[in-house]
């Protein structure tokens, strides 16, 4: 499918819908050639409504097309977030003709039971698809797991666990995990909880994931989970968490004291990760918003994107586990070719580089852990900064003056920081990928990680590097290169 998408602030080279609100990835699954992104959609409007899956697919997880709405609300209720499973061996004996179904696993969310007052209006649900995500069709057994009054049980990710050979599904219920065992994918037993007295509870937890992860390096190899918390994020509102910990087939446990945080910025939210990719990779895309501000957003026609499809990696740094996440190889094929260049910039010395069309760029650079400013802006002095303080290891971004932002009074009224997990290094590597109206920044090849939305009233236009240290500093690996876009 052939489309141009020209409206102000719309994306270019990361996927969003095409017209009408979307929030959560949902069934990311990766079966014969095609990453599938189901998502949390609303087609008649550009706020939430009833729920949708909308549709989309691609072959390397940039190249995006657009597929017709795959699943519906019925009489069970809205279709909320969940995950998709290619079922191989025909657990769910939906496959016909030899045929090899997809699964979808989401939760009903029942809006008559929740205006009545009743607690049991979340279920889950499954449907199945024998043409690769083409059709669907849903189980007419529907809900398979029903619920006596939990008002908060949602956001079902299953998997294959080969240990058990068994369907594990990741479920939430308000302040826990729960885990489920199936055989078939239509009768679950609960086997286990987590994380009443564990983690950040600042809202309900939401759109929970569960895999193994080797650690980098070694053969270590340790389970995450990851769990989106609605409010009380580090940077206020929306945010996903993480736990390290193990899994052995039955029960999650994690001996982790501190939050950790998947990503500090404000704009990374309900991010999931795929079943079944080829090369063995566990890949993670997030919705780029925040509940906070996300129905408020001064865009036109759509609201929202997704960020850009990242690789997780486990690393151990300084003793501890850190969760890193990093954008897939494939986004290499749309970004241009350019040399690198290093310099030095004495105490106090400001860099700038202006006319230079940044709307969709990255942007990368090493320099030493000493205080500087570094800042996109354009022609009507608008401005998206990073600011690193040496003393506190602590990255600031700062959009407060970076664009549109009377939406929400909380848009733009402060800065967002981030502690760098890595506190001995004496440098820092820098990469920001900007798309006109978000900016994506990994740290040390995704050590530590923010992405935010900003609302330039024009593309940025002029990048800069101010040193603040009051002793001269090299910058290296300097580039700024084109991303091109890949709606046309
Ligand atoms: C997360 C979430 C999910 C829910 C969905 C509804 O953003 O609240 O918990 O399934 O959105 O659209």
Redesign the pocket.
Known sequence: ETKVYAEKYRPQYHFSPPTGWM??PNGLVYHDGLYHLFY?YYPHATV?GP?HWGHAVSSDLINWDNKPIALYPDKNG?I???SAVVDKNNTSGFGTHGKIPLVAIF?Y?DMEGEKSGRSDFQTQGIAFSLDNGETWEKYEGNPVIGNVDTK?L??PKVFWHEGTESWIMAL?AGDHAKFYRSKNLKEWDNISDFGQNQGAHGG?W??PDLFPLKVEGTDEEKWVLII?I?NGAPNGG?GTQYFVGDFDGTTFSSEQKEYKWLDWGTDN??GVTYNDTPDGQRKFIG?MSN?QYALKTPTSTWRSAMTLPRNLGLKKIEGEYVLVNYPVQAINAIISDTSTESFELEASEKKIWANTTLSQSKVSLSLPKKDFVVSFSNDGGEEFRLIFDSASNLVMLDRTTAGQDDFNYQFGNKLHYMILDDKTSESMKLEFFIDNASCELFINDGENVMTSQFFPSEGFSKFSIENMADETIVVSDFAIAEVKGIWK
Do not use: I, K, L, P
């Open positions: 929030n959560d949390q939430w729920m809205f909320f977030s969940g939760t969310h908060d949602r956001d939430v309900v939401e759109c989106s609605g929306s939210y309900a919705w509940w």
